[in-house]
């Protein structure tokens, strides 16, 4: 019975042993009630030790494979025929995944590349500050228990001041949750605010992700025109609508860069009391605003009543931090920690504790300065590049925020420029994917904040080769 087996050479000898008798006893070759070979035999055939080979035999015994027989040795154990036949189920008679129902897309290709959208730049951020803030906290015992469900409250307090000041929320540390990054807290938002197979509004072009997470909520989604200078079209807002909530990017529509002008804003205030529908702020990329100071929000602007708040820290600061925050009405706030609560349980604590630090020592204020001059260069030099390499095309988004959007003046084959792109390293996106709704339209998102200017006129230089390349195949006759 030993014949023809080998060990594989990686790993212990322990572990190769292990996975070669399991594999042996999975796959049915030793068929259930049969005798296995002795260990004397085993260790001799296998150039092993009787006690390497025992302890083995001894934990697929702990595990239930096998079977001791006092004086006989050991025996497979009597389990059932398909355990033994993993390979071999039809895949008819596996369950069907509940998550086929959602068509999610997952990340594909390299997980970072040229012209990322939605990456800050790496290479700016004061590794070295932050780097004492950690060490400063690391040896507390008491980050290492169990967290506030809110989150930290030190971090809420920060957050508090600078919310009040630079984006005029209505806010207490009782109404903010710490949530493990903006999506997080957009999916308690949904859950928040509508119940399954209700209807929300949201905007299209929009944020995928945000798709992704209302459909995980398994809500009804109607699309909303956010595809002007302005964004959201209030003229398309619906009278006597059933939606719950309509989510939107005021400050600054993701992706075509619209900033919704006060009167606009006061009158979706106005619409959303008169339907009774919540409206939940995406405090997308607010903060980097280049003709004038960030816009007060839609929270501060409803004095916090109607209205839910979500922001994050991966533009400002670096998108591994993995922190974001949603600020509620305090009515609401403890269903949004219970629902973080089961999602997630607990927020790590020491990051938490060293952005609070991060704030309130004003490293934070200074870096949000130092990063606004960074990328106002960094999109200026991009506009004009990019306007001298593709006159032909349309630029959006450039008054705000970490990227732009280069749109073609005709369709394109989106998919085939895309692959070309990738095998050249690039990661940019399809505007396409950010469209749910209305007449096609065609170009890229590119993100223009993690390179320095050498390195973005490289990029996009030999990115408007490919664009033109692909612009003039597309204008050839079928």
Aim: hydrophobic share 45%; glycine share 8%; proline share 5%.
């Amino acid at each position: 019975m030993t014949d023809g087996l080998q060990l594989s050479g990686t790993g212990s000898l322990r572990q190769q042993l292990y996975l070669l008798l399991q594999q042996q006893l999975l796959t049915a070759v030793w068929p259930s009630g049969a005798l296995l070979p002795s260990s004397r035999m085993l260790a001799s055939d296998l150039n092993l030790s009787r006690n390497t080979v025992n302890q083995v035999l001894q934990q697929l015994v702990a595990e239930g494979y096998i079977e001791g027989l006092p004086g006989k040795g050991y025996r497979v154990a009597a389990l059932p025929e398909q355990h033994f036949q993993p390979a071999a189920a039809s895949a008819s008679r596996l369950p069907e995944l509940a998550t086929q129902q959602y068509g999610l897309a997952n990340k594909t290709g390299a997980v970072n590349g040229l012209l990322q959208p939605g990456v800050s730049a790496l290479q700016q951020f004061p590794y070295a500050i932050w780097q004492r803030m950690l060490q400063r906290h690391c040896q507390r015992a008491a980050l290492g228990g169990f967290a506030d469900p809110q989150g930290y409250l030190p971090l809420r307090q920060a957050l508090v001041q600078y919310l009040r000041q630079a984006r005029q929320v209505v806010c207490d540390e009782q109404s903010i949750l710490i949530t493990a990054g903006a999506q997080q807290a957009l999916f308690i938002a949904a859950k928040l605010v509508a119940r399954c197979g209700e209807q929300v509004l949201m905007e299209s072009p929009g944020y995928p992700r945000l798709k992704q997470a209302l459909q995980l909520c398994e809500l009804q989604v109607q699309h909303l025109d956010a595809g002007g200078a302005d964004g959201l079209d209030i003229s398309a807002l619906p009278d006597n609508t059933a939606a719950k909530a309509l989510f939107l990017t005021p400050g600054h529509q993701y992706p075509l860069g619209g900033i919704m002008p006060l009167p606009q804003r006061m009158a979706v205030l106005d619409w959303a009391r008169q339907q009774g529908v919540w409206l939940v702020e995406d405090d997308y990329d607010s903060e980097f605003q280049y003709r004038h100071r960030p816009v007060a929000s839609l929270q501060g602007l409803a004095g916090g009543e109607g209205v839910l708040f979500a922001g994050s820290f991966s533009k400002t600061l670096f998108p591994a931090l993995r922190l974001g925050y949603l600020v509620a009405p305090r009515r609401v706030i403890a269903q949004a920690a219970a629902i973080l609560q089961a999602l997630h349980g607990d927020v790590a604590l020491l990051p938490q504790a060293a952005l609070a630090d991060f704030i309130t020592e004003g490293h934070f204020g200074r870096h949000l300065r130092k990063m606004r001059r960074h990328y106002q260069q960094n999109k200026q030099f991009a506009v004009k590049l990019l306007q001298e390499e593709l006159p032909q095309c349309r630029l959006h988004a450039l008054d705000a925020g970490l990227h732009l959007v280069l749109e073609f003046s005709h369709a394109v084959d989106e998919v085939a420029l895309q692959q070309l792109l990738a095998q050249q390293q690039f990661k940019v996106q399809p505007l396409s994917r950010y469209l749910f709704a209305g007449e096609p339209r065609y170009g890229l998102v590119l993100g223009i904040a993690n390179s320095s200017q050498p390195e973005l006129a490289a990029a996009l230089q030999q990115l408007a080769v490919l664009c033109r390349q692909a612009l003039a195949q597309a204008a050839l006759p079928a």
